[in-house]
């Protein structure tokens, strides 16, 4: 099912742009405003010019972010600071990284790969997208016809067949790429162009489905320009065996902007369905472990969720009764999305208590995010936000259920950590 090709990518040339840590960026939605100023003066040639370029007061239809990125990717080309690769290849990808204390490498395989129709059940999605988003990224595709960070997917193939073939292929050649980022995350890329081998990798990728675990907006964008340019058939992507030993999933947390009920009021209400437990620990780390220890091993499901309140008020919700979920969720959903810990929150706790439905949440002013749980905190403290709610991270095996059976959970509902690198490879169309 699954179609891959392999890229003739553009790469940085070092010798003309510089060294490599200087020239790339995370992906541009976890960008922030003091962040892009600071890619902007790292390296004339970084990837931010071109993925997630300044707005300017004086941007109009002839002048703005999008032909500005079009112009600096056209005379990169034409000075060579940007190269295409000589032959067809995919790449294989690996980024060492430590979370929660454990040092960890996770391995993904870049190339192209075939634009599906969510209907055809060959690419699924997992989330709900934000129109915004969609416009923003159709626009620079538009100018650029080029998607310059590939989008984050899985493929199942329990006894790593591809891996291991990839491994081999490699053996011990030394990385082209090779350099850790600013965060301490080493990152290394292989280039492979061999015929047989890539014959004989997409021969194992085609009966396979595969899993959007990051980067929907730009997946249902590409969909959109195709539609556009028949031509542009295949979308660069990273795809991650879901049996990787180093595929790490992380929670997103809710930042409530704005509430009727104080916090007693909030609590009183939640304590309809679930179990309100004030705790005595005020350290974040002390909570989320508390967290994780109510909510059980492995598939158990207490749908257990952490509360704060502001001035070191932490409380541990938990569901009060299995029966809650099949008397109160939706029942056009099927039991698996209605079991998520998010669509317990989005339906139980955002809906019902606080009166945030997904239309509230759709326009993206009701509700915050955020994937640090102290930041989660600190916002309240500092009036930021009234109240966050804490979760637990969804499982990997979560996500692909919902998947296959064709629905989306509600958005932000994981974070695969850590985030590809933009700038590695580039995929002119």
Known sequence: MAGIMPLRGLRYDETKAGGIKELVTPPYDVISREAQENYYAQNPYNIIRLEYGKKLPEDDDGDNRYTRAADFFRRWQEEGVLRQEDEPAIYLY????????????????????KLEPYEKGVVLPHEETMPGHKADRLALMRACRANFSPIFSLYSDPERKIDLLLEQAVGGLPPEIDFADQWGQRHRLWAISDPALLSEVRGLMEPLRIFIADGHHRYETALNYALENPAAGFIMMTLVNLYDPGLVVLPTHRLIMSAKKD???????????????TVSETDVAAVSALMAERAGPGAEKNWVYGLYTGNGRFHILKLRDEKIIEDKMPADRSPAWRRL??????????ENVL?????????GEAVGYTRDAGEAVREVDRGGCRFSFLLNPTGVSEVTTVAELGEKMPQKSTFFYPKLITGLVINKF
């Open 355 to 363: 009166g945030i439905d997904r239309a509230a949440l759709a326009r």
């Open 341 to 350: 810990d998010v669509s317990v929150l989005q339906k139980l706790i955002l």
């Open 94 to 113: 690996r980024q060492r990284y430590t979370v929660n204390g454990a040092e960890l490498e996770r391995t993904g395989i870049i190339c192209g790969v």
């Open 263 to 277: 916090w007693r009021q909030l609590t009183d209400a939640l304590g309809e369905d679930f179990w309100v437990e």
